[in-house]
């Protein structure tokens, strides 16, 4: 029988501390080579696209692809979870909610192995649907003296600061990102901007980037000299960093990166690569992730005790 979760049925069992676990264990993995990531394809047409991304996961004996469609209406996701010993499909999940958890993962994950504080000030550009877990993830790996947060709407900078008070984080708006970096050692930039705006000039104190906000070969964060002052610069996916992240696109065509120089982040965390200077992490979404995540929300499920539908499909 396949399992049928919702997105409340995910929310409902989702954690930050053990999808970070998750995701962190599927780095280590990644750097071992002992899975297999296949990057994400998109079929477009003239007013939506749609997304597929997929992957192998053997030592959890899960495989798993992610699908979705993006319109004027929004953008809806579905994952589909396989049992790759018997064939079986496990679950049809939500994959909104799971995304949000996983990409801030990603970004905790990173700053644990390749910033290494054990405390510190995060300036946050963002105040999207992404930007908490970003923070959530964050908090997971580091204590976290201040949130110093920018996005280009006033009203929502100060709702978001709002948010992370009520939550008990020290959090404030500020009206530049220079003021948002004003003191901060870490940044986190997860916007929707296609121009840079962060410089290498506004960088300069910060030991420690993720950027996640977008995996499009003409968006960009921040200026490719920026992208040129970081000693490290690591990437979810290679192969898929080449052709979608702007950031790193743009930095390379200018000549001030070069991608022999970048290192998947799986490296890193299994030991292989060591970290040097200050760093960088660009972040567009593996399907790796994705799949860890979604197999330990169908492990939880099928252990809490409660009642999910069920279909069977084959």
């Known amino acids: 029988m396949t399992l049928i979760l919702s997105e409340k049925d995910v929310e409902d069992l989702i954690n930050m501390k053990d999808v970070v676990s998750s995701v962190e264990e599927a780095f280590r993995r990644q750097g071992e080579g002992e899975l297999s990531n296949l990057m994400r ?3 477009r ?5 749609l ?5 192998n996961l053997p030592y959890l004996r899960r495989g798993g692809l992610k699908a979705y ?8 996701f579905a994952l589909l979870l396989f049992d790759t010993y018997n064939s079986d499909l496990l679950a049809v999940m939500g994959a909104d909610i ?13 700053t644990k192995h390749l910033c290494g504080r054990p405390s510190g000030t995060l300036a946050l550009f963002g105040t999207g649907r992404q930007a908490l877990t970003q923070v959530l993830a964050t908090m997971e790996v580091m204590s976290l003296d201040a949130v110093r947060v920018w996005s280009p709407t006033p009203e929502h900078r100060r709702a978001f600061a709002l948010e992370l008070k009520n939550r008990g984080i020290n959090g404030g708006a500020f009206d530049t990102p220079d003021m948002a970096l004003d003191g901060a050692d870490i940044a986190t930039a997860i916007t929707s901007s296609k121009r840079p705006f ?3 000039k506004m960088l300069r104190g910060v030991s420690h980037l993720n950027i996640a906000g977008g995996n499009f070969p003409d968006h960009s964060e921040i200026t490719p000299a920026a992208v040129g002052a970081f000693g490290t610069v690591a990437v979810d996916d290679l192969s898929q960093a080449k052709i979608e992240y702007g950031d790193l696109i743009q930095a390379a065509n200018d000549g001030v990166f070069s991608w022999h120089s970048a290192v998947e982040l799986g490296a890193i965390v299994a030991g292989k690569k060591m970290p040097q200077g200050r760093t960088l992490f660009k972040s ?15 492990e939880r499920a099928t252990k809490s005790g409660g009642s999910y539908p069920s279909v069977e499909l084959v």
């Open 41 to 43: 394809t998109r079929s």
């Open 198 to 200: 962060l410089t290498e």
């Open 284 to 298: 567009g979404g593996a399907a790796f992730e994705d799949v860890a995540v979604a197999a330990m929300i169908y």
């Open 51 to 55: 997304s597929v991304m997929h992957a």
């Open 98 to 110: 799971l995304g949000r958890f996983r990409t801030g993962a990603a970004s905790g994950v990173a």
């Open 69 to 76: 469609v993006s319109s004027k209406a929004g953008t809806k």
């Open 45 to 49: 047409g003239p007013s939506s696209t």
